[in-house]
Antibody, heavy 118, light 107 residues
Framework: QLQLQESGPGLVKPSETLSLTCTVS??????????WGWIRQPPGKGLEWIGSIYYSGDTYYNPSLKSRVTISVDTSKNQFSLKLSSVIAADTAVYYCATGTNRKFDYWGQGTLVIVSS | DIQMTQSPSSVSASVGDRVTITCRASQGISSWLAWYQQKPGKAPKFLMH???SLQSGVPSRFSGSGSGTDFTLTISSLQPEDFATYYC?????????FGQGTKVEIK
């Protein structure tokens, strides 16, 4: 049973870069062909897919964030990460890492709240 | 982008009621549709994919149907633990998009 856990700063200043890591346990990130993804949820609002990375290294990003987003995998640490640059207040959200087969998200992290504020 | 529109946005129902939530895609997505349940302060929980394929362990009172642009999630007999917000998600093409959510509240 895969388990995912997000980690990273809970407070980021405007214009800076938000960096989060998702640590995977219960399986090797390099032995699965799942896409590894990030989804966010502003307080009181719905879910927004940020992007996903496949084992092949192919990445897919939401066009609304594409110019600011980078998702990468570190197989040596069994982790994948999210970087979102030039953050603004509207980037305040709970950020989830998630994965699954067949274009769905079977497994989710518990989520981490990131507040953008000076 | 494919827009996903859920209706209603919220529904008040009683234990034992049958509840149906609709999800409409702005263009055809075949059966690339998943449903999730989210309770306050928790991560979404995956319920079903391919429009109607129930995840192992999800109660059989949950069912899904549809293809193309119109989909439904039905809870045949609402239980206390089913009060939550439900989201649909299309995975036919990037960017993957979610509906705005339907909150099932206690009547």
């Amino acid at each position: 049973q895969l388990q995912l856990q997000e980690s990273g700063p809970g407070l980021v200043k405007p214009s800076e870069t938000l960096s989060l890591t998702c640590t995977v346990s219960g399986g090797s990130i390099s032995s699965r062909s799942y896409p590894w993804g990030w989804i966010r949820q502003p307080p009181g609002k719905g879910l927004e897919w940020i992007g996903s990375i496949y084992y092949s290294g192919d990445t897919y990003y939401n066009p609304s964030l594409k110019s600011r987003v980078t998702i990468s995998v570190d197989t040596s640490k069994n982790q994948f990460s999210l970087k979102l640059s030039s953050v603004i207040a509207a980037d305040t959200a709970v950020y989830y890492c998630a994965t699954g087969t067949n274009r769905k998200f079977d497994y989710w992290g518990q989520g981490t709240l990131v507040i953008v504020s000076s | 982008d494919i827009q996903m529109t859920q209706s209603p946005s919220s529904v008040s129902a009683s234990v034992g009621d049958r509840v149906t939530i609709t999800c409409r895609a702005s263009q055809g997505i075949s059966s690339w549709l998943a449903w999730y349940q989210q309770k306050p302060g928790k991560a979404p929980k995956f319920l079903m994919h391919a429009a109607s394929s129930l995840q192992s362990g999800v109660p059989s009172r949950f069912s899904g149907s549809g293809s193309g642009t119109d989909f439904t999630l039905t809870i045949s007999s609402l239980q206390p633990e089913d009060f939550a917000t439900y989201y649909c998600q299309q995975a036919n093409s990037f960017p993957w998009t979610f509906g705005q959510g339907t909150k099932v509240e206690i009547k």
